[in-house]
């Protein structure tokens, strides 16, 4: 057990729909990376906030958006959703700041289903 | 650019012998270099890592191997188990990009008893 939980652990939706993914971060860590995986994309970073603030954006398209809130666990919110939006979606978190590197503790992720 | 190439996509080892992933990388900014196991129905988690200053990093029976001037690294399992049966991302970052992680594709590998 990573100590970073995510809910919820399965997500059925329809095309167009909006859903919200929910991670808490190991206690003590202060960065919440969310990560997409799937088939043919593979393992694709979104998005990355520390301390409650944006901190680096990957390929996270403009449906999709994300927040930590002041208690550090974050939420990432899809909408408009699409077949191809059927994934895993992990979150990750650690201590790092600007500069250092610390391992990445993921959580047991979300796997949406868009139908 | 960003891309992290990883070989073969899938791979079976009969117990006891050694698994070998390669992977290769573009970007020479990149630093960091972790390997991720992992098993189905779990998340990632990190088993080793290294950095561009040291050739070569072990850690019980798994060895990261490091070719600066090549671009390559690639992970070593020695006396494979049936319990290392996983699937391997490789993934690099650099610390300019906030440790964003650029994963490999990843091996699936299956240890035969």
């Known amino acids: 057990d990573s100590g970073v939980t995510q809910t919820p652990k399965h997500l059925i939706t329809a095309t167009g729909q909006r859903v919200t993914l929910r991670c808490s971060p190991r206690?003590?860590?202060?960065?919440v990376y969310w990560y997409q995986q799937s088939l043919d994309q593979g393992l694709q970073f979104l998005i990355q906030?520390?301390?409650?603030?944006?901190?680096a954006k990957g390929n996270i398209l403009e449906r999709f958006s994300a927040q930590q809130f002041p208690d550090l666990h974050s939420e990432l919110n899809l909408s408009s959703l699409e077949l191809g939006d059927s994934a895993l979606y992990f979150c990750?978190?650690?201590?790092?700041?600007?500069?250092?590197?610390?391992?990445?503790?993921f959580g047991p992720g979300t796997r949406l289903t868009v139908l | 650019q960003q891309q992290v190439k990883q070989s073969p996509q899938s791979l079976i080892v009969q117990k006891g012998g050694i698994s070998i992933i390669n992977c290769a990388y573009e970007?020479?900014?990149?630093?960091?270099f972790p390997w991720y196991q992992q098993f189905p129905g779990k998340g990632p988690a990190l088993l080793i890592a290294i950095r561009p200053d040291v050739s070569e990093k072990k850690e019980g029976r798994f060895t990261i191997s490091f070719n600066k001037s090549a671009k390559q690294f690639s992970l070593h399992i020695m006396d494979s188990q049936p319990g290392d049966s996983a699937t391997y991302f490789c993934?690099?970052?650099?610390?300019?990009?906030?440790?964003?992680?650029?994963f490999g594709t990843g091996t699936r590998l299956l240890v035969s008893p």
């Open positions: 970007n020479t900014a990149f630093d960091y």
């Open positions: 206690s003590g860590d202060l960065s």
């Open positions: 906030y520390y301390n409650g603030e944006e901190r």
């Open positions: 993934a690099a970052s650099d610390y300019t990009g906030f440790q964003k992680l650029v």
């Open positions: 990750a978190s650690s201590v790092a700041r600007t500069g250092d590197l610390y391992e990445q503790f």
